[in-house]
């Protein structure tokens, strides 16, 4: 089993930034791919940042350029830096873990809250 736990929501002015965090714990290493995801209210949860375990990242259009996704094998974390935020990217902010071959992500945080305000 594979814990996650986020960190770092809040509310923030348009333009500002945030920085989530997720540490994980249990049976992780370093070949799980990690990701970002958010769920707006009344929309689907959609990807917003993905590392995968060669370190290549993939971003959502919405946020490139202006997030960036890094990870910490050492601590056992993963980190989203989230800059020139919009009130569009209020969301529940989710951390999620793929283990090595799986075609999905296995494992969820609990999410934590971003809100920007216009």
């Known amino acids: 089993q594979v814990q996650l736990v986020e960190s770092g929501g809040g509310l923030v002015q348009a333009g500002g930034s945030l920085t989530l965090s997720c540490a994980a714990s249990?049976?992780?290493?370093?070949?799980?791919?990690m990701g970002w995801f958010r769920q707006a209210p009344g929309k689907e949860r959609e990807s917003v940042a993905q590392?995968?375990?060669?370190?290549?990242?993939y971003y959502a259009d919405s946020v490139k350029g202006r997030f960036t996704i890094s990870r910490d094998t050492a601590k056992n974390t993963v980190s989203l830096q989230m800059n020139n935020l919009k009130p569009d990217d209020t969301a529940v902010y989710y951390c999620?873990?793929?283990?090595?071959?799986?075609?999905?992500?296995?494992?969820w945080g609990q999410g934590t809250q971003v809100t920007v305000s216009s």
């Open positions: 249990g049976r992780t290493s370093s070949n799980y791919a």
């Open positions: 999620a873990a793929s283990a090595p071959y799986s075609s999905s992500f296995n494992y």
């Open positions: 590392m995968a375990w060669t370190r290549r990242t």
